[in-house]
């Protein structure tokens, strides 16, 4: 019996994933079929990105799962059509490229780099960082992009606390949940990272209020979605100095508008959406053995809670 795999992305993606797909698929041993295009009914698996031409899935009468290419499912996840199991990416590619932005940013500010890479003036700064181990480090969000940067930073020498709606042990992290563990995390927060999903609860969770718990001069670091920060909020808390730089990866809008005020301000560091993506070859070996499972009724891996939207 042929497995019947549609991958539904946009034409170009299909040129960069066709290869590493079928060298991953072949591997399993699986008897399939992979193609852009299939009739909906004969369709097994959808190899899916949220921005495709699929959106009604009601025709995928005999589909087993979908299987999403991108990290946030925040695009699909509510689609009222789709009732299979939805798996969101987590490859090591994507994970580790996280791990290797935010640490690089994270020392960045730490060891005041901006200063002496734009202070080239002839004037002699001798200001010495502190060490990590007096750096307090909070991250939001405690999936698995956020406890493998908890572990590079703490690997460093960083004191990292770890938020998360709910309760999570991590190893060397101290971990915080709900409102009150909130509070407590970004009071101690010399420096924020947000790696929160895209969900209703999460939408604008850094606010005025919020903003205002964080020790003075806070650093904030932002690869994971736009939407987490209320951008006026954090524009006016740069501009009192309670916020001392942000430096952003993600916006509500992208590409981010030319005449963004996050372009202009001298406290704002603006990079294109590049924190992290997914790799080809990883994320391909991840979606075939997802597939594999299926077959041999196994759980699948990465299962999206639909009810919490992640």
């Known amino acids: 019996m042929t497995i019947n795999i549609l991958f539904a992305a946009k034409s ?4 960069t994933y066709r290869e590493p797909l079928t060298t991953a698929l072949d591997k399993t041993g699986l008897n399939y079929d992979l193609r852009p295009d299939f009739p909906p009914e004969q369709v097994d698996y959808i190899v899916y990105a949220p921005n495709s031409s699929v959106q009604d899935f009601r025709p995928y009468t005999n589909l087993k799962a979908v299987l999403n290419l991108w990290a946030g499912v925040e695009n699909v996840v509510h689609n009222e059509t789709l009732s299979v199991p939805l798996a969101r990416m987590v490859d090591h590619g994507l994970t580790q490229g996280m791990i290797e932005w935010v640490t690089g940013h994270a020392l ?13 003036d002839g004037q002699w700064r001798t200001q010495v ?15 698995a992009l956020g406890q493998a940067c908890a572990a590079a930073l703490t690997t460093l020498g960083f004191p990292v606390t770890g938020w998360s709606r709910s309760a999570k042990t991590v190893p060397q992290v101290t971990t915080l949940h709900g409102p009150d563990g909130l509070k407590t995390a970004l009071e101690t927060a010399q420096m924020l990272i947000l790696l929160l999903p895209d969900t209703p609860a999460t939408t604008d969770i850094l606010n ?7 020790p003075r001069g806070a650093v904030v670091i932002n690869p994971g979605r736009g939407p987490l920060i209320d951008d006026t909020a954090l524009l006016a808390a740069l501009d009192s100095g309670q916020v001392g730089h942000a430096t952003l ?10 005449d963004h005020p996050y372009w202009a301000h001298p406290k704002v560091t603006v990079t294109p959406h590049i924190a992290s993506a997914t ?11 997802n597939i594999r499972r299926g077959e041999a009724g196994e759980p699948f891996l990465h299962l999206v809670d639909r009810s919490l939207g992640y």
């Open 129 to 143: 960082p502190p060490l990590a181990q007096d750096r307090p480090i909070t991250i939001l969000g405690m999936g």
């Open 12 to 15: 170009e993606r299909w040129d």
């Open 279 to 289: 790799r080809e070859g990883t994320a391909s070996e991840v979606i075939a053995e």
């Open 108 to 120: 960045r500010h730490h060891l005041g780099m901006d200063t002496h890479i734009n202070g080239q």
């Open 249 to 258: 990866d993600v916006f509500r809008t992208e590409p981010l508008p030319r």
């Open 208 to 214: 005025a209020d919020t903003l205002a718990q964080l």
